[in-house]
């Protein structure tokens, strides 16, 4: 079993669509938890960045994260087809010397 | 602000050859991972260079090796290539802080490697 699982879609929403992506986790040991979006053949872009439980709001994106349950999300409100791409969760025991654990990433494809 | 930027874009070699892929970090940082993605999948950590040395190492063979320079820049060698070893080879850069701690990371847009 992966120690970051995520559904990797594709996940196709009209534009305008409240989207939710998730993941769970095993390891209790992460502290942070980071949401990149990566378009077709670029590297990942970070879009938020989160410690421990709680949530984060920035514009259209809120990122929750639920450590007892190992489940983070993020959520994308008034969706545009600029949004379509794959998101990927990542996460790090902590912020200091130590290597990102990504899931396999979610594809968006939101329809104009 | 010049992001992490790397290079070459794309490259392509046969079995058994040998491949350098350079790296330099964004502005400021002084950490340099590398993680390789292959398609459909997730980026896999590979190593982290801080003050010229590996800091930290997945769970890749010696065949991948690393350098760091002074200027933070750095090399990722992959040696005795195989067919699986085709994937997007991505270079992240942070800051390492006064007592250890260390700001996310943030990706270049990577380099494309294709084994045939």
């Known amino acids: ?112 | 602000d010049a992001g992490v930027t790397q290079s070459p874009t794309h490259l392509i070699k046969t079995r058994g050859q040998q491949v350098t892929l350079r790296c330099s970090p964004k502005s400021g940082h002084d950490t340099v991972s590398w993680y390789q993605q292959a398609l459909g999948q997730g980026p896999q950590f590979i190593f982290q260079y801080y003050e010229e040395e590996e800091r930290q190492r997945g769970n890749f063979p010696d065949r991948f090796s690393g350098h760091q320079f002074p200027n933070y820049s750095s090399e990722l060698n992959v040696n005795a290539l195989l067919l699986g070893d085709s994937a997007l080879y991505l270079c992240a850069s942070s800051l390492s802080g006064p007592r250890g701690e260390q700001e996310t990371q943030y990706f270049g847009p990577g380099t494309r490697l294709l084994v045939l």
């Open chain 1, 1 to 112: 079993q992966k120690e970051v699982e995520q559904d990797p879609g594709p996940l196709s929403v009209p534009e305008g669509a409240i989207v939710s992506l998730n993941c769970t986790y095993s390891n209790s040991a992460f502290q942070y938890f980071m949401w990149y979006r990566q378009y077709s053949r670029k590297g990942p872009e970070l879009l938020m960045y989160t410690y421990s439980s709680g949530n984060k709001e920035d514009g259209r994106f809120t990122a929750q994260v639920d450590k007892s349950s190992k489940y983070i999300s993020l959520f994308i409100r008034d969706s545009q087809p600029s949004d379509s791409a794959t998101y990927l969760c990542a996460m790090s025991p902590d912020t200091g010397r130590r290597a990102l654990t990504f899931g396999s990433g979610t594809r968006l494809q939101v329809q104009p």
